[in-house]
Structure formats: structure tokens, C-alpha cells
């Protein structure tokens, strides 16, 4: 994310008032149409996966004091600078490309009263917002991604599409078959957010060995599949790293077997050795064979030591 920002803020001192000069605006009805003399750049990258989940909840964000867009002082834009533009999220400009250079937008006042800023400044506004943008082509708009991407998608046979057909439900359906009737794959959205289970058939797994599919199958069944963060259904971005290279919480994990059966046979083993601790404490032949370790063992060649008798 560091990164990220050195990235945004060196973009915003490279581009923001070179593609300002030349750049002309006017209004069409209740649309406002910004055109920039020179082709404006491409939208900043996503380099890591917490950026790409940011990228499909763009729309959801605020355009007022986002961090993310800069003016040309590396300021982000406040409302109390634009106090006639309605906060909104930047999915209700309905912003739109419509050529290289050209871009509409539809800006809502605040009040009753139809009062907006200059063109100049409008065009300040409009330029930070599209400079900290994801991509998107001429004829594309910034809006909400509709489609739902599995994470780790199991080998299905068929590749499928999967639509949300109301809150907490998606419904698959087999590409090749999406303009006719065939029968879809259901889910249902679990407690935590995260996992879909299958609440109807499974799809047909790219596998011909029956174990295999009875492996997946009750891995599908147990634990479900997971989407991609989006907006319309997790209302937050997430992301999780593919491996985690920290070798303190390897050596963690890797003891947690050993800290649970230490723990579970204290309860049995403690009764025990504090019977022995009683009898040490006043038989000195017991104590010596209980503070004999193997070297003493070994330095008599198996043998009894001076502590020890046959009784």
C-alpha cells in the first residue's frame, strides 16, 4: 500500500496540471462533459491483491476527503473546498468515457437550487478523481463490478458464470448454455461473509477417478467456495495472501500439537509425579533413582549404580 501511494502521488505531480491546460468543459442539460487536449493517461495499476479488491470497490467510495485523490498539492479532496457537489459515492457521478479525451459526468448540487462552481474548478475536482481511477475503456463506465470471480476455483468440468440473484444468493449457470434452459447450481451465502455453500447439485468436476470426486465433494460440502471480495455481497474489501513466509508463526503453528497433548496429559501425569515427589522427599534411594538420567546408566555399562539394590 506504500507503494501504492508513492505511485498515486508522483502521478498526481506528473499529469494533474499538464492535462488541465487545454482542457475545456461544459454542460449538457444535467450532464456535465469534461474534454482534455492531450490523451489522458491509463489508470493507476493494481499492484498488489488488497489494491485489486480496492479496484472492484472503487464505485463504493466516497469522492470527499478520500485519501486516494489528490489535487495537484497532494491534498486529498474535501468538501468544504467543493461545498456545492453533493457527497456521494464516485459510483453516482456515473461517470463515462466516451473517447480518448472525453468524459461525461452527472454532478449532483447540494440544495434545491441548481448553483454549481466555475468550469476551472470543476475541472480540478473532476481530474483528481479520475487520475487516482482504476482503468476503463472508451464507452465503459466506473461502476460497480458485477461479476463474482471464484478464489481457487475448484476443477469443474465447465466453466461457469455466476450472477447474484438476490441478497446472500448466486446462481451458476454452464457457459455454454446461458441462452437456454438448463438447470443452474444454487449457493447460499454462510454466517461469516466469506464461504458459499451449494444448496442444490454440484457442477461436474474435471476428474474421472471416484475418489477424487468424493474428496471434492466433501470438501465442496464441508467447507464451500469463495468469491472474490465485491461490494454487492461482502460490503468490505478483503484480501489473503497466497503463503505467509514468517518463521515465528511456522514454529508456532508447528507447536501447537505438542501444547495441546502436554496440556491434556498434565491432567493425568501431575497426580503422579507429585506421588513421587512425596516419596523422594524422604526416601534417599528413591530420590537417587529418580535423579539418575541415561549417562549414569551408560557410564556403568547397563549395570546397577551405587544407588541401586535388588530388593
Not at 34 to 62: I, K, M
Not at 84 to 113: E, H, N, Q, W
Not at 160 to 170: D, E, I, L, P
Not at 299 to 306: F, I, P, Q, R, W
Request: proline share 7%.
Amino acid at each position: 500500500m506504500v507503494e501504492q501511494a508513492t505511485i498515486l502521488s508522483e502521478r498526481v505531480r506528473t499529469y494533474y496540471h499538464p492535462v488541465l491546460h487545454g482542457a475545456s468543459s461544459w454542460w449538457e442539460e444535467e450532464e456535465w462533459v469534461l474534454s482534455y487536449h492531450h490523451p489522458f493517461p491509463a489508470g493507476l495499476p493494481a499492484l498488489d491483491p488488497h489494491q485489486c479488491a480496492l479496484h472492484r470497490f472503487w464505485g463504493t467510495l466516497g469522492w470527499s476527503n478520500n485519501p486516494w485523490i489528490q489535487d495537484g498539492n497532494g491534498l486529498p479532496s474535501k468538501s468544504s473546498t467543493y461545498d456545492r457537489i453533493a457527497i456521494c459515492p464516485i459510483s453516482d457521478l456515473d461517470i463515462r468515457r466516451t473517447g480518448p479525451t472525453k468524459f461525461i459526468f452527472r454532478i449532483k448540487p447540494v440544495g434545491p437550487r441548481s448553483i454549481h462552481h466555475s468550469q476551472p474548478k470543476l475541472r480540478r475536482w473532476a481530474t483528481a478523481i479520475l487520475l487516482a481511477s482504476p482503468t476503463f475503456p472508451i464507452g465503459g463506465k466506473i461502476a460497480l463490478e458485477p461479476e463474482l470471480v471464484l478464489r481457487h476455483a475448484p476443477p469443474f468440468r465447465h466453466d461457469w458464470t455466476w450472477a447474484s440473484v438476490q441478497q446472500g444468493r448466486v446462481v451458476g449457470r454452464r457457459e455454454e448454455y446461458l441462452e437456454v434452459a438448463d438447470q443452474p447450481v444454487e449457493l447460499q451465502q454462510s454466517a461469516d461473509g466469506i464461504r458459499w455453500f451449494f444448496t442444490s447439485h454440484l457442477p461436474e468436476l474435471a476428474t474421472n477417478l471416484d475418489e477424487d470426486r468424493s474428496i471434492w465433494a466433501l470438501r465442496l460440502r464441508r467447507h464451500g467456495v469463495v468469491f472474490y471480495s465485491h461490494p454487492g455481497h461482502h460490503g468490505f474489501p478483503w484480501a489473503v495472501a497466497e503463503s505467509i513466509a514468517n518463521s515465528a508463526l511456522r514454529k508456532a503453528i508447528s507447536r501447537l500439537a505438542f501444547t495441546f497433548h502436554k496440556r491434556l496429559l498434565a491432567v493425568v501425569l501431575r497426580p503422579l509425579v507429585r506421588r513421587l515427589d512425596a516419596v523422594c522427599d524422604f526416601d534417599q534411594w528413591q530420590r537417587a533413582a529418580a535423579n539418575q538420567d541415561p549417562t549414569h546408566v551408560w557410564k556403568h555399562a547397563n549395570g546397577l549404580t551405587d544407588h541401586q539394590v535388588w530388593t
